[in-house]
């Protein structure tokens, strides 16, 4: 098969997707990589129907990726994930309208462009957990205890350092009592897979990031967010609180750490994505009904994969070296 990886200048080191770009190829099949953020692409030829089976994206909110991924669905390319769900979970704000209105367990969420507008919130409600509606990796995520905390302090770095706001939409959610870990669940292409680590916002919790077994209730409430959104490759932040699990974050294409065989697995599940398709608007967040979501049990070991690559066009754009990760794939990093 041929495919098209785009990935994100914040990724370029990143064992995901870089990893699963080396195994592709070493079950010889033709990728393509394009560096959104430091490549001239001449995307009115890069971009024909028939150039690859699919397009792949590990992407970062606002980043320049999405659009050449839009473009690509545009001409009839597969995408992975379906570009329209990836739209409706970067957004932070959108995703929690869309998840609550189909009765998933979500916090009321409220927004403002400015923090300080925060304080109109009923005191009863906070704390409260104030983050950028396009944020990613626990990037500027704030616990707000009370009403005259705001606005949050500036980060250590100033208003120009790496944790500083950047501007655009905030949102706020009721903190949710927990223990200090957060769940973190995996989706690759239905096989789910639960790991648990420290929360950002207790960083002195001391946890270690394992893999931990699956409750049915957690199960199926990741199956459902998949239906909704349209998602295949996927990651879901839940917190257990004292009324049962809340869902806090979801994220396309995350890490997946702590999967066992993750560079095999999501190997796999792109080669079979890219042959059928992605579900996407098939459970659309327009459409969706929210009922009893089948869970596949996780019985797979290492997926092998080997196929002959079909003979191809040459590509139509320059594909530059591809970095060899700084670490190894048995510990592949990323955002959460």
Known sequence: MRLCFLVEEQYRHDGMPLEVIHQLRAWDHQVDVVWPGRSLIRISEAIQAGSHDAWVLKTVSGGPGLTLLEAAASVGLTTVNDVRAIRGVRDKALAAVIARSKGLPVPVTYAAARPEEFAEIPEA????????????SGRAVRLVATPDRLPAPVAPGGPNGP???????????????????????????????????CSPLHPAHAVRERQVPLTPEVARITAEIGDVFGLDLY?????LGPDGPVIVDINDFPSFRQVPDAVARVSAAVLDLARHGTRGRDASVADASVGEASVR????????????????????????????????????GGGR
Do not use: H
């Not at 769940?183 to 639960?194: D, F, M, W």
């Not at 990651?235 to 917190?239: A, E, K, N």
């Not at 290492?302 to 591809?322: D, K, N, Y």
């Open 297 to 332: 049990e996780v019985s797979v070991g290492a997926t092998s994969v080997r196929e002959a690559a079909p003979a191809a066009p040459a590509a139509p754009f320059t594909v530059q070296p591809l970095p060899r990760p700084a670490r190894p794939a048995a510990s592949i």
């Open 163 to 197: 944790d500083a706001p950047a501007g655009g939409l905030l949102i706020a959610q009721p903190y949710v009592p927990n223990s200090g870990t957060d769940l973190k669940v995996y989706s690759v292409a239905g096989e789910l897979y639960a790991t648990e680590r």
């Open 235 to 239: 990651g879901v932040d839940i917190l």
């Open 125 to 136: 409600e906070f704390p409260l957990v104030v983050k950028p509606a396009d944020g990613s």
